[in-house]
C-alpha cells in the first residue's frame, strides 16, 4: 500500500504545469496521495483557471501509472502573493494589478469590471477599485448601488456586487450626475482612504480601474502598497498609441512593473455577412507591447453585447459567458493569472503552502 501510495504521488507529480514549464512535483504543488475506496491526491494550483483540464490530466496520470480505477483529486485555490512589508496597508491582498492606459476612451473600465468577474467567476476572491476619481463607471457597469458602511467607524466596508468587493466614489455622491470637482490634495485624500481605511480583507486579486493620465493617482497607490504590476490597454490606431506610450514609460520610471497589453476594440465581424473589419485598424497591441517588452494579452474584438451588458449592469463575461468577446477577457485573465504566477515563482524561486479551498463563484 505505502508504494501504490508513492507511484500515485509520484505520477501527480510529474503532470506538466503549463504557465512555467514545470512539474506539479518540481514546483511543490502536490500534497502525499491517500489510500482508502480510491487513491485521492490533493494538490495546490496558484491559477483559478484551467483547474479542470489540470483535474483531468492528474486523474488520468494516477490512473495509467498506478493501475486503479477510482482517483479523486482534490485541488485547492493557493494564488501566489507579493511581498508585503509590516506597514503595508493591504497586507491581506495577494496581488494588487492597475489597469490604466493613459488614453480615455479605450475601454479601460470595461476591461477592469470584466477582469474582476472572470477571476471571482473562476473562484478567486476578488475586489475592486475604481480610482477614476472624475468618472466612477464602476457602479453603473455592475449594477452595485447603496452608501458603504462601517462598523467601527474608522474602517468602510466594500459593497459586494457577483462576489466582487467593490469601492468607488459614485458610491459616495448624491447621484450619477453630481461633478466632483477636487484638486489634488482632495483627490490624493480620497485615494489613500480607498486603499488604506476600506476592508479589503482577503483577497487573490485586486483589480484597480485608473484614470486616463500618468498623473496624481497612478503615482499616490504605486507608492502606496507595492504592486504587482499593470495591465495596459489600447485600441489599435496610432492616435491612442501616442498616449499609450507614455503610460509604459510612466510604469519603468516608477518601477511598476508592466504584466502585459490587450488590445481592445481590435475587429468588428458583421452578424449578418460575418465580414471582419479592423475599424480601427490593427497591429497596435502588439507595438505597445514590443515597445513595454511584455506579452500581448490577447485581443478583444468589438461587440454590442459589451455596451449591452455594460449598461445593464452586468459584464459581458457573466451576461453572455459563451460570446466570444467573454471567451477573450477569460482567456486574457487567465494569461495575467499566469505572468501573476511567473513572476512571483522567479522572485521566490518555488511555490508552495496554504489552505484555502476553490470556492464556487457567488451570483448576486
Same mark, same amino acid.
Given at each position: 500500500?505505502?508504494?501504490?501510495?508513492?507511484?500515485?504521488?509520484?505520477?501527480?507529480?510529474?503532470?506538466?504545469?503549463?504557465?512555467?514549464?514545470?512539474?506539479?512535483?518540481?514546483?511543490?504543488?502536490?500534497?502525499?496521495?491517500?489510500?482508502?475506496?480510491?487513491?485521492?491526491?490533493?494538490?495546490?494550483?496558484?491559477?483559478?483557471?484551467?483547474?479542470?483540464?489540470?483535474?483531468?490530466?492528474?486523474?488520468?496520470?494516477?490512473?495509467?501509472?498506478?493501475?486503479?480505477?477510482?482517483?479523486?483529486?482534490?485541488?485547492?485555490?493557493?494564488?501566489?502573493?507579493?511581498?508585503?512589508?509590516?506597514?503595508?496597508?493591504?497586507?491581506?491582498?495577494?496581488?494588487?494589478?492597475?489597469?490604466?492606459?493613459? !488614453?480615455?476612451?479605450?475601454? !479601460? @473600465?470595461?476591461?477592469?469590471?470584466?477582469?474582476?468577474?472572470?477571476?471571482?467567476?473562476?473562484?478567486?476572491?476578488?475586489? /475592486?477599485?475604481?480610482?477614476?476619481?472624475?468618472?466612477?463607471? &464602476?457602479?453603473?457597469?455592475?449594477?452595485?448601488?447603496?452608501?458603504?458602511?462601517?462598523?467601527?467607524?474608522?474602517?468602510?466596508?466594500?459593497?459586494?456586487?457577483?462576489? &466582487?468587493?467593490?469601492?468607488?466614489?459614485?458610491?459616495?455622491?448624491?447621484?450619477?450626475?453630481?461633478?466632483? &470637482?477636487?484638486?489634488?490634495?482632495?483627490?490624493?485624500?480620497?485615494?489613500?482612504?480607498?486603499?488604506?481605511?476600506?476592508?479589503?480583507?482577503?483577497?487573490?486579486?485586486?483589480?484597480?480601474?485608473?484614470?486616463?493620465?500618468?498623473?496624481?493617482?497612478?503615482?499616490?497607490?504605486? $507608492? !502606496?502598497?507595492?504592486?504587482?504590476?499593470?495591465?495596459?490597454?489600447?485600441?489599435?490606431?496610432?492616435?491612442?498609441?501616442?498616449?499609450?506610450? !507614455?503610460?509604459?514609460?510612466?510604469?519603468?520610471?516608477?518601477?511598476?512593473?508592466? /504584466?502585459?497589453?490587450?488590445?481592445?476594440?481590435?475587429?468588428?465581424?458583421?452578424?449578418?455577412?460575418?465580414?471582419?473589419?479592423?475599424?480601427?485598424?490593427?497591429?497596435?497591441?502588439?507595438?505597445?507591447?514590443?515597445?513595454?517588452?511584455?506579452?500581448?494579452?490577447?485581443?478583444?474584438?468589438?461587440?454590442?453585447?459589451?455596451?449591452? @451588458?455594460?449598461?445593464?449592469?452586468?459584464?459581458?463575461?457573466?451576461?453572455?459567458?459563451?460570446?466570444?468577446?467573454?471567451?477573450?477577457?477569460?482567456? &486574457?485573465?487567465?494569461?495575467?493569472?499566469?505572468?501573476?504566477?511567473?513572476?512571483?515563482?522567479?522572485?521566490?524561486?518555488?511555490?508552495?503552502?496554504?489552505? $484555502?479551498?476553490?470556492?464556487?463563484?457567488?451570483?448576486?
Amino acid at each position: 500500500m505505502a508504494d501504490l501510495q508513492a507511484e500515485a504521488t509520484r505520477a501527480a507529480g510529474a503532470v506538466e504545469y503549463a504557465a512555467l514549464g514545470k512539474s506539479l512535483g518540481e514546483l511543490g504543488l502536490v500534497k502525499a496521495a491517500a489510500l482508502g475506496e480510491r487513491v485521492t491526491v490533493s494538490v495546490e494550483l496558484p491559477s483559478p483557471f484551467d483547474r479542470d483540464d489540470l483535474v483531468r490530466r492528474i486523474e488520468q496520470a494516477v490512473r495509467t501509472s498506478c493501475g486503479v480505477r477510482e482517483v479523486a483529486v482534490e485541488a485547492r485555490l493557493r494564488v501566489q502573493g507579493r511581498a508585503v512589508a509590516s506597514d503595508d496597508p493591504i497586507p491581506g491582498v495577494k496581488n494588487f494589478l492597475m489597469v490604466l492606459s493613459g !488614453k480615455g476612451g479605450v475601454g !479601460k @473600465s470595461t476591461t477592469a469590471v470584466n477582469l474582476a468577474a472572470a477571476f471571482a467567476r473562476a473562484g478567486a476572491a476578488v475586489g /475592486l477599485m475604481d480610482a477614476d476619481m472624475y468618472g466612477p463607471s &464602476i457602479p453603473l457597469m455592475l449594477g452595485a448601488s447603496g452608501r458603504p458602511t462601517s462598523s467601527d467607524g474608522a474602517h468602510i466596508e466594500p459593497l459586494d456586487r457577483f462576489g &466582487i468587493k467593490l469601492m468607488s466614489l459614485g458610491f459616495l455622491l448624491e447621484d450619477d450626475k453630481t461633478a466632483v &470637482i477636487w484638486r489634488g490634495p482632495m483627490l490624493h485624500g480620497a485615494l489613500v482612504q480607498f486603499v488604506q481605511d476600506v476592508s479589503w480583507g482577503k483577497l487573490d486579486y485586486l483589480v484597480v480601474d485608473l484614470p486616463p493620465g500618468t498623473g496624481d493617482v497612478a503615482l499616490t497607490l504605486s $507608492q !502606496k502598497a507595492p504592486t504587482t504590476g499593470a495591465v495596459i490597454v489600447t485600441t489599435p490606431q496610432e492616435v491612442a498609441l501616442a498616449d499609450v506610450y !507614455k503610460s509604459v514609460a510612466m510604469c519603468q520610471k516608477v518601477h511598476i512593473p508592466v /504584466l502585459g497589453v490587450i488590445e481592445n476594440m481590435g475587429s468588428f465581424v458583421c452578424p449578418h455577412c460575418a465580414h471582419e473589419s479592423a475599424i480601427f485598424g490593427q497591429g497596435g497591441g502588439q507595438k505597445v507591447a514590443e515597445f513595454a517588452q511584455a506579452p500581448l494579452l490577447g485581443r478583444v474584438p468589438i461587440d454590442p453585447a459589451v455596451r449591452v @451588458s455594460g449598461d445593464g449592469g452586468v459584464p459581458v463575461v457573466l451576461a453572455a459567458a459563451d460570446s466570444s468577446v467573454a471567451q477573450a477577457f477569460v482567456a &486574457i485573465a487567465a494569461r495575467i493569472a499566469d505572468v501573476v504566477t511567473r513572476i512571483h515563482y522567479e522572485r521566490k524561486g518555488s511555490l508552495a503552502e496554504v489552505k $484555502q479551498p476553490i470556492r464556487l463563484p457567488v451570483l448576486r
